[in-house]
C-alpha cells in the first residue's frame, strides 16, 4: 500500500508543470500560455567587454539571442561587481532592446573622475539579467 501511495504522488508530481503568466508585453504581442519562457544569463564570461560609448559613458551589449523569443521580451538587469556599482547609474535601462538584446548605458563620477571602460574592468562588473517572453505563437 505504502509503494502504491509513493508510485501515485511521484507520478502526480512529475506531471506538474511550473506556469509562467505574463500580463502584458511592452508591444502587446501575445503568445501561446505554454509558450511564455523566463530566461536568466549573465555578461560575466561571456566574452562580452564593455566598450566607450561617448564622454563618460561605458556601454556593454546584452545578449539574449539564445533565449529563442519570437518578440521583444520584458528584460530586467542588475550591475553586480567588486565596487563602486553602486555609483553609476543606467544599469537597469536597455536600449534598442529586441528579441536578440539590448545595450547597458552606464554613466557617473568615480573618485572625481568620469567613468571609463577601465573601472568596469577594475570592478569586475556584469550584469546579471532576466528576460520574460514567448518562444512561439
Known amino acids: 500500500m505504502i509503494a502504491l501511495l509513493l508510485l ?9 508543470q ?5 500580463i502584458r508585453t511592452s508591444n502587446d504581442k501575445e503568445g501561446a500560455a505554454p509558450c511564455a519562457t523566463t530566461c536568466v544569463g549573465t555578461t560575466k564570461n561571456s566574452g562580452l567587454r564593455w ?7 561605458i556601454r556593454i551589449y546584452v545578449d ?7 518578440n521583444t521580451p520584458i528584460v530586467t538587469t542588475t550591475l553586480q561587481g567588486n565596487g563602486w556599482n553602486d555609483r ?5 535601462s536597455l536600449h534598442q532592446l529586441n528579441k ?7 554613466y557617473g563620477m568615480l573618485g572625481g573622475h568620469e ?8 570592478n569586475a562588473w556584469h550584469i546579471h ?7 512561439c505563437k
Open 8 to 16: 501515485y504522488t511521484l507520478l502526480f508530481m512529475a506531471t506538474q
Open 18 to 22: 511550473a506556469q509562467l503568466v505574463i
Open 51 to 57: 566598450h566607450r560609448h561617448s564622454q563618460g559613458i
Open 64 to 70: 539574449i539571442s539564445d533565449c529563442g523569443f519570437i
Open 88 to 92: 553609476v547609474s543606467g544599469a537597469a
Open 100 to 106: 536578440n538584446g539590448g545595450s547597458i548605458l552606464l
Open 115 to 122: 567613468l571609463t571602460t577601465v573601472d568596469a574592468e577594475a
Open 129 to 135: 539579467w532576466s528576460a520574460f517572453g514567448y518562444t
